[in-house]
């Protein structure tokens, strides 16, 4: 499996590695980033500026993403999963 060379916007980037830091409670600096991994940025760049911060990433790792435009509330979102689950439980009888 090759990683795609798809182009990465700078604040893309910074957004994705940042969430993740943020998820994992680690500290992120974005100005750190760029100093050590320039333009121009793709998939493979992100795999290897997570895996200098401590992620699993790269080859082998299954991913899924799923980008939506739109505007949602805070609670709209957190309550999703559910919404989805209770739909799809109502289905499968």
């Known amino acids: ?36 991994f320039p333009p121009p940025y793709t998939l493979a760049t992100f795999h290897e500026a997570a895996r200098a911060l401590g992620f699993r990433s790269g080859e082998g790792m299954q991913t899924h993403a799923e980008i939506r435009l739109g505007e949602r509330t805070v609670m709209e979102y957190l309550l999703s ?6 739909h799809e439980a109502g289905r499968e009888r």
């Open 1 to 36: 499996m090759q990683i795609s060379s798809a182009a990465l916007a700078r604040h893309d980037l910074h957004w994705l590695l940042g969430s993740l830091c943020s998820l994992y409670r680690l500290p992120f600096d974005a100005q750190l980033i760029e100093q050590r």
């Open 81 to 86: 999963p559910v919404k989805k689950a209770w």
